[in-house]
């Protein structure tokens, strides 16, 4: 369907000595469509202490998050989360980041568990207007039901890129393995997919809306699974006006 998706995200920070940083976030992004079975609305909070000394930087803090679903659904997480960021050289940097805590449902929840997941990337700058990255991650989410618990591991490749005229283009393509624990219902086997998602995003830097900039967003979607539901493709495309501050 057609619907309007959007988001805004504010954050503070107070010096509490050199480099170091405490730094709080707040941020809400949702989706909406006519009615309310695929409305999507995530907000999050997050608070962490940041260390930065020469060309590495140390994230440390807490993060929750409260995800509304459709019409009566309501996902909660609360954990704690690090990221290490590192300048290796000056085209070429990198960061990890972990978190781990807790995940519960208003309703379904059987769904209930524990979530911790790790991910990352590294970029390099193959030019001032040209930077590829390497993009990597791996989860563990638990449940009531071990066919709903799962590991899966992924990575991909990207790119971005400045043209003439004021264009940005950022491309990226992922891979992404998933094993569940349990025998799915009516099979005598678990779950196991393999999922390919791919995203572009055109950005018209020089157009300005009040400061906004206008992308335009296609997304792709190729699943392969060994359950009756698990195969699937999706196409989507958005048209957004974004403010970076």
């Known amino acids: 369907g057609i619907g309007v998706r959007g988001g805004v995200d504010g954050s503070w920070s107070t010096p509490l000595g050199p480099g170091l940083t405490l730094v709080g976030a707040v941020g809400v992004t949702f989706t909406d469509y006519k009615g309310e079975d695929f409305d999507d609305t995530l907000v999050s909070q997050i608070i962490e202490l940041r260390r930065r000394k020469d060309g590495t930087e140390v994230w440390l803090g807490g993060l929750t998050q409260q995800r509304f679903i459709g019409a009566d659904e309501l996902q909660l997480f609360a954990g704690l989360q690090a990221t290490i960021k590192q300048r290796f ?19 379904a929840d059987y769904r209930s ?3 911790a997941a790790a991910g990352g990337q590294v970029s390099w700058a193959w030019s001032p ?11 563990r989410t638990t449940a009531v039901y071990d066919h709903l618990a799962s590991w899966s591991a992924g990575g991909g ?5 400045e043209f003439s005229y004021g264009l940005s283009l950022y491309a990226e393509g992922r891979l992404r393995r998933a094993f569940y624990d349990g025998d799915y219902p009516f ?5 196991d997919d393999l999922i390919f998602d791919g995203r572009a995003t055109l950005t018209k830097r020089d157009w300005d809306f009040w ?7 296609y997304t792709y979607t190729q699943a392969w699974s060994n359950t009756p539901f698990g195969d699937y493709y999706a196409h989507g495309a958005s048209l957004t006006i974004t403010r970076q501050f």
């Not at 207007?129 to 989860?139: I, Q, R």
């Open 89 to 107: 050289s000056p085209r070429t940097g990198g960061y990890l980041r972990v978190r781990a805590g807790p995940t519960s449902y208003q309703n």
């Open 211 to 217: 400061g906004f900039a206008p992308q335009l967003e």
């Open 129 to 139: 207007s040209t930077v590829f990255y390497a993009l990597g991650g791996l989860d």
């Open 113 to 115: 568990g524990w979530l």
């Open 157 to 161: 490749l990207a790119a971005y890129h």
């Open 187 to 191: 099979m005598d086997e678990p779950r």
